[in-house]
C-alpha cells in the first residue's frame, strides 16, 4: 500500500498549500509560518523579496538532505553544486581517482543509478526543492500585474522553475528529439500541487515538461523586459536577468535542436547583458572565483559565514580547487581528459588551465607551482579555478560559483549558426579572446564547438549536458584515468546513462509503481584503454 505523505520530498507543501495550515513544513525542514505566507501572498513587492531570496538560498545549502538520510552527514550534500560535480564526474573530461577520499566516487562509476544511492536521492531532492522555492512566488504574485518590481519577482520564479525542469528533463530522458512522448518528470505547480499532495503526479512526457519550460521563460522574458524598461533590475548576479533568461533559453533551443531560435536568443543575451568575455590576460592566471568576474552572468554567491564555508570542506571548491585547502589536497584532485588537453594549441591560454604531463602551467607564478608540487597532483590537474581571494592554501573556501558565463553565448551562437556564419563566429571568438594563433581546420564543425565547449565550460558542470544532446556517449579511453576500473566506452542509447527515480519517490507517490521508473541498467563494464 501507498504511504500518504508528500511524495519524496518533491512537494512538501507546496505553494498552492500556502494558508491551508498555520504551519508548514518546507523542502529541507525550513519552517514558514503563517506571517511568511501572508507577507508571500500579500502581492506586496517589497514582502515578496524574503521569497524571492529563498529561491536562490536553495541553489546553496548545508547538508540539505541529512534528515532524509536519517542523520548521515554526506560531503557531497550541499545543493546545486552536488549536483554539477556528479553530473562532471559522469561523464569523460573531468578525470579523478578512487582513492576513499572522492565524494565523486559513486558517480565515477555510475553507482549514483542504484535507486536507493545518495547521490540519487540528492539530485532528485534539491532540484525538486528548488522548485518548490520557485512555485512559492509564481503561485503569489498575479501574472497581470503592471509593477515593474512584482515582474521581477515574478519573473525569478518563472525563470527557476523553467531552470530546473529543464535540468531535470536532461537527467530523466534522452535528448528531446525524438523522446517527446517518452516519460520525464513529474510536473508541480500551484496549479496542481493540492492534487498532487493527495494523489500523487506521474511522470510528464519529455514535451510536457518543454512546454512548460518554454511557456515559462516566454513570460518570464516578457516580464523582465517590462520590468526592466520600469526601471526594476536585479541587485546582484545571483538573480536572473532578461540576458541570463535568454540565455537560458538559448540552451533549450539547442537543446531541443531549434537552431534558428537558439541563434536569436543567443544574441539576445549578449546584447543585453552588461559585460564582457574575459580576454587573454584576465584568464592567463587562475580565475573563475567571483561573481563580480565581467564575464559571469549568473552564479551563486558565497558569503564566508555561509555554513557550506565555515563547514570548511563541504563545499563545491574543497572537491574542485587544487590551489586552496580542502578535500582536493586528499582526492587529488581532478584532472582533464588527457587526450582534450592534448588537442589544446600551445598558444591558446586556456592550456595553462592544467598542469601539463611535466605538472607545470605558465599561468602559475612560484608560490602557486611550488603548491602544487608540495601537494602532489598528477599531472593535467586543474589550475583554472583559483583559490578564495586568490590566498593560495586558503582554508577558506568561499569561491562564487559559476552557473552562466557570456562565452557559453558565443559558442552557442556558432553552433547553431552552423559552419557557415558560425564558422566565423567560432575563430573570430577563439582568436580574440583565447588562442591568437587559432585557425579553423576541423572536418566536423559541431564536434568543433563541441571541443571547445569541452575545454572553456571545464569543471562548470555543463558538459553532461552536452554528451546527451549529441549523442555521442561517454568515452573515456585514452582520458588518462588513472584506475583500469573506471576507463568506460558507454553508448549513447545505454540506459545507464539516465539518472532513475529514487525509491523513496515511487514509494510514496501514489501515482507511480516501480514500472514507471527508468529501466534498472548495470554498471558499466570496464574496457581496455588507448594511448
Not at 573531468?94 to 565523486?104: F, P, R
Not at 592534448?342 to 599561468?363: A, F, M, P, Q, Y
Not at 514509494?507 to 554498471?523: F, G, H, K, R, W
Amino acid at each position: 500500500m501507498k504511504k500518504r505523505y508528500f511524495f519524496g520530498l518533491i512537494v512538501f507543501s507546496l505553494l498552492a498549500i500556502v494558508g491551508c495550515e498555520d504551519l508548514d513544513t518546507y523542502p529541507q525542514g525550513d519552517i514558514i509560518t503563517s506571517d511568511i505566507k501572508v507577507d508571500v501572498n500579500s502581492n506586496d513587492p517589497e514582502k515578496a523579496v524574503a521569497a524571492v531570496n529563498g529561491i536562490f538560498a536553495q541553489f546553496n545549502t548545508f547538508m540539505p538532505n541529512r534528515i532524509a538520510f536519517n542523520d548521515v552527514e554526506r560531503h557531497n550534500d550541499f545543493g546545486y553544486p552536488s549536483v554539477m560535480l556528479f553530473t562532471d564526474a559522469n561523464g569523460n573530461d573531468v578525470v579523478s581517482t578512487d582513492n576513499g577520499y572522492n565524494w565523486m566516487g559513486s558517480s565515477l562509476e555510475f553507482y549514483d543509478r542504484t535507486i536507493t544511492s545518495y547521490e540519487c536521492q540528492i539530485v532528485w531532492n534539491d532540484m525538486y526543492a528548488i522548485i518548490s522555492a520557485a512555485n512559492r512566488v509564481v503561485g503569489a504574485i498575479d501574472e497581470d500585474t503592471d509593477d515593474p518590481l512584482s515582474m521581477h519577482y515574478l519573473a525569478q520564479g518563472l525563470s527557476v522553475r523553467a531552470y530546473s525542469y529543464f535540468i531535470l528533463a536532461q537527467l530523466y530522458q534522452f535528448n528531446y528529439v525524438g523522446n517527446q512522448d517518452k516519460p520525464c518528470v513529474p510536473i508541480i505547480t500551484p496549479e496542481n500541487s493540492d492534487f498532487a499532495a493527495l494523489n500523487g503526479a506521474p511522470r510528464a512526457t519529455v514535451g510536457e515538461v518543454y512546454d512548460l519550460i518554454n511557456t515559462d521563460l516566454g513570460k518570464a522574458i516578457t516580464l523582465l523586459t517590462s520590468a526592466e524598461e520600469g526601471g526594476a533590475v536585479r541587485s546582484d548576479k545571483r538573480y536572473i536577468s532578461l540576458a541570463v533568461a535568454y540565455g537560458i533559453r538559448a540552451r533549450v533551443n539547442l537543446t531541443m535542436h531549434k537552431m534558428g531560435e537558439a541563434v536569436s536568443d543567443a544574441e539576445k543575451a549578449i546584447a543585453n547583458f552588461d559585460g564582457e568575455p574575459a580576454g587573454l590576460t584576465d584568464v592567463n592566471v587562475p580565475s573563475f572565483m567571483s561573481i563580480k568576474e565581467k564575464n559571469w552572468m549568473w552564479g551563486i554567491p558565497i558569503s564566508e559565514t555561509d555554513r557550506v564555508v565555515t563547514s570548511g570542506i563541504v563545499n563545491w571548491i574543497s572537491h574542485m580547487g587544487s590551489l586552496n585547502s580542502g578535500y582536493a589536497q586528499y582526492s587529488m584532485g581532478f584532472q582533464i581528459n588527457k587526450a582534450l588537453f592534448n588537442s589544446i594549441n600551445t598558444t591558446d591560454i586556456r592550456k595553462g588551465w592544467w598542469l601539463n604531463e611535466d605538472t607545470t602551467s605558465v599561468n602559475l607564478n612560484a608560490e602557486q607551482l611550488g603548491y602544487m608540487h608540495a601537494s602532489g597532483f598528477a599531472p593535467y590537474t586543474q589550475v583554472k579555478f583559483a583559490p578564495y581571494d586568490n590566498v593560495v592554501a586558503n582554508s577558506t573556501n568561499a569561491n562564487d560559483i559559476p552557473l552562466m558565463r557570456v562565452e557559453e553565448m558565443y559558442l552557442i551562437l556558432a553552433e547553431a549558426q552552423g559552419e557557415g556564419a558560425g564558422k566565423a563566429t567560432l575563430e573570430n571568438f577563439i582568436k580574440t579572446y583565447r588562442d591568437p594563433g587559432y585557425t579553423y581546420s576541423a572536418s566536423d564543425f559541431t564536434q568543433e564547438v563541441f571541443r571547445h565547449r569541452r575545454i572553456e565550460l571545464w569543471g562548470e558542470g555543463l558538459n553532461w549536458y552536452d554528451i546527451m544532446r549529441l549523442n555521442v556517449g561517454v568515452d573515456r579511453r585514452g582520458g588518462g584515468y588513472p584506475n583500469a576500473t573506471m576507463v568506460f566506452h558507454i553508448q549513447p542509447t545505454d540506459n545507464i546513462l539516465l539518472w532513475r527515480l529514487p525509491e523513496a519517490e515511487i514509494e510514496a507517490n501514489v501515482a507511480l509503481t516501480p514500472a514507471d521508473n527508468n529501466p534498472p541498467a548495470s554498471a558499466p563494464e570496464p574496457v581496455d584503454d588507448i594511448d
